[in-house]
């Protein structure tokens, strides 16, 4: 590991040189590049440079264990002792910081938010989760753009879905594809009965032409008047888009924006994402079938999580971890359930590789 860990500092070190360059200065691209891997290894290297300070004062150690100094015998077996301990805590962390990192972790995503059954209730949850990844998005400065959406008369969504552009979104929101459920009293329940109704949640790593390539040939695109608001702009132009993709039979519509050509282009968006999460969900798939992974199996129509609110809880079944504070989670304070289905993951793919 050391040899691994020196060659890791001595990249970091060469990173932290050309980032002074005044060539890579006058170069954005290259300059993010670069400060992105150096934001990247500094974990691994802070850690690193602490196991091999540790591997040090171990041999040092052995050595004053041969001395005829009784004293300092007994103080170098003592330190020993406390140096091999904390050897083996910093080993277990580095194998965690040294696993590899998917790489769509640092992607934007196309967040889908779906009503599942519970029909307008169904549809109220779908606009509290779209709330609570918007809350969620705002306190990291991401942006937000609404593609499609399809709104029922009482506030609540059959249909959302959102492009969402910051630094490592995909890698903070990829555990939330899923089956969510939620169990309350409605509002237009007069018998007080609790009801529980579901919406299905798909985070996508929004994928760029070189990360998929679509023939124009495999697409059939039709062109219709789009529904809704809008006044008479929308009954009178066929703005609305309808892309189907013949090969994998997906078919993505877009009707928010005002023109054509911008539907089109948002539509292909989806439908390149979609196709992109296909092919890492079947990868996925795979390995958790390997694995038997709970928290990463690429199966979008898996129970994932319930909203309790007579209880005023949350519970994640994929790691069996129920949190009080539904109120917080609600408003987009999702962060302890984030990291605690990062750590399963992780200890999935450590598990695995023991095996």
């Known amino acids: 590991m050391r040899d691994k860990l020196e060659s890791i500092i001595e990249r970091y070190n060469s990173i932290q040189d050309q980032m002074a360059d005044s060539e890579i200065i006058s170069n954005p691209d290259k300059l993010k590049d670069l400060a992105k891997e150096y934001k990247q290894l500094e974990p691994v290297v802070f850690t690193g440079k602490e196991y091999i300070k540790i591997l040090d004062q171990i041999i040092d150690c052995e050595t004053m264990i041969n001395s005829d100094d009784d004293e300092l015998k007994e103080l170098a077996i003592e330190e020993l002792t406390e140096n091999k301990n ?3 805590d910093l080993e ?6 040294l696993l590899p ?4 972790d640092n992607k ?6 779906r009503a599942g059954t519970g029909g307008d209730e169904a549809a109220l949850f779908a606009a509290d989760l779209f709330r609570l990844y918007s809350h969620f998005s705002e306190k990291y400065n991401w942006e937000k753009e609404l593609i499609a959406s399809n709104e029922i008369g009482i506030g609540g969504f059959k249909e959302v879905i959102i492009s969402l552009k910051g630094n490592g979104a995909y890698g903070m929101l990829k555990y939330e594809s899923g089956v969510h459920r939620v169990q309350r009293v409605p509002e237009t329940e007069t018998g007080g009965r609790v009801h529980t109704s579901a919406a299905t949640v798909a985070v996508l790593p929004e994928a760029e032409e070189v990360d998929v390539e679509i023939n124009d040939v495999d697409l ?5 008047r789009a529904s809704g608001a809008g006044g008479q702009h929308v009954n009178k132009t066929e703005s609305a888009i309808r892309i189907t993709h013949i090969p994998s039979g997906l078919v993505v519509t877009c009707q928010d924006e005002s023109s054509q050509h911008k539907n089109r282009a948002a539509a292909l968006k989806v439908l390149r994402s979609r196709l992109l999460a296909d092919q890492k969900e079947k990868a996925a798939a795979e390995r958790a079938a390997e694995r038997k992974s709970l928290v990463s199996t690429g199966d979008r129509s898996a129970k994932i999580r319930t909203y309790n609110f007579p209880q005023g809880r949350v519970t994640d079944h994929r790691i069996n971890f129920t949190s009080y504070r539904l109120s917080e989670i609600m408003n987009g304070d ?6 605690k289905l990062k750590i399963a993951e992780q200890q999935d793919i450590l598990s695995a590789e023991i095996d």
Do not use: G, Q, S, V
């Open 86 to 88: 904390k050897k083996l």
């Open 92 to 97: 277990k962390d580095l194998k965690i910081k």
């Open 220 to 224: 059939k695109i039709d062109t219709y």
């Open 108 to 113: 934007n995503i196309i967040l889908e938010i």
């Open 334 to 339: 999702i962060e302890e359930i984030i990291e």
């Open 101 to 104: 990192k998917d790489p769509l």
